[in-house]
T-cell receptor
Framework: DTGVSQDPRHKITKRGQNVTFRCDPISEHNRLYWYRQTLGQGPEFLTYFQNEAQLEKSRLLSDRFSAERPKGSFSTLEIQRTEQGDSAMYLC?????????????FGNGTRLTVT | AQKVTQAQTEISVVEKEDVTLDCVYETRDTTYYLFWYKQPPSGELVFLIRRNSFDEQNEISGRYSWNFQKSTSSFNFTITASQVVDSAVYFCALSGGAFSGGYNKLIFGAGTRLAVHP
């Protein structure tokens, strides 16, 4: 169990640029989640996958955000035309089991700064 | 509305003191789950405990203990004999049924930052 890994750890970009983050979940976990965390707040749900299927998306996930999980393995989160309000920590988590209430295992996150 | 409130923004204690972190939740679901996570400075959220709404027994794990009271919608977390390594942000979270957005979505509180000084 090598844990959930996210890449990059930090990303600084200029407003209007596109960015892509990667998440590698724990290998046997079929569920993968993306959360966003702003300073001083708890994480907020963005989206989740069961295997390769994206089953739910938050209203927070505007049209500029897209997530994929090809082949049910790693996942990418892309933000197009970044805005300063997108600056946050983007957290990926995975879980196993059949129940949605299984504990989530989080990665260290990708901190995005939009200048 | 489904929400989790952690009224204590920051707590500062001296090592070996006991400290309790409060968590109050709101939900219309009858079946739900409550969680506590620890976020050390490295940023990774670490799972500590999960409780379902039908199990009100308190739980103890080493220096950690949890008190779940449905009557007051609270799920408080106590660290006994705190240590410097306990310094972190602690989050309480809720997942539930239709009213809470589904069991696949965690609703987090804003967190309590605990600083344990030597």
């Amino acid at each position: 169990d090598t844990g959930v890994s996210q890449d990059p750890r930090h990303k600084i970009t200029k407003r209007g640029q596109n960015v892509t983050f990667r998440c590698d979940p724990i290998s046997e976990h079929n569920r993968l989640y993306w959360y966003r965390q702003t300073l001083g707040q708890g994480p907020e749900f963005l989206t989740y996958f069961q295997n390769e299927a994206q089953l739910e998306k938050s209203r927070l996930l505007s049209d500029r955000f897209s997530a994929e999980r090809p082949k049910g393995s790693f996942s990418t989160l892309e933000i197009q035309r970044t805005e300063q309000g997108d600056s946050a920590m983007y957290l990926c988590a995975s879980s196993g089991g059949t129940g949605g209430n299984s504990p989530l295992h989080f990665g260290n996150g990708t901190r995005l700064t939009v200048t | 509305a489904q929400k989790v409130t952690q009224a204590q923004t920051e707590i500062s204690v001296v090592e070996k003191e006991d400290v309790t972190l409060d968590c109050v939740y709101e939900t219309r679901d009858t079946t739900y789950y409550l969680f506590w996570y620890k976020q050390p400075p490295s940023g990774e959220l670490v799972f500590l405990i999960r409780r379902n709404s039908f199990d009100e027994q308190n739980e103890i794990s080493g220096r950690y203990s949890w008190n779940f009271q449905k009557s007051t919608s609270s799920f408080n977390f106590t660290i006994t004999a705190s240590q410097v390594v306990d310094s972190a942000v602690y989050f309480c979270a809720l997942s539930g049924g239709a009213f809470s957005g589904g069991y696949n979505k965690l609703i987090f509180g804003a967190g309590t930052r605990l600083a344990v000084h030597p």
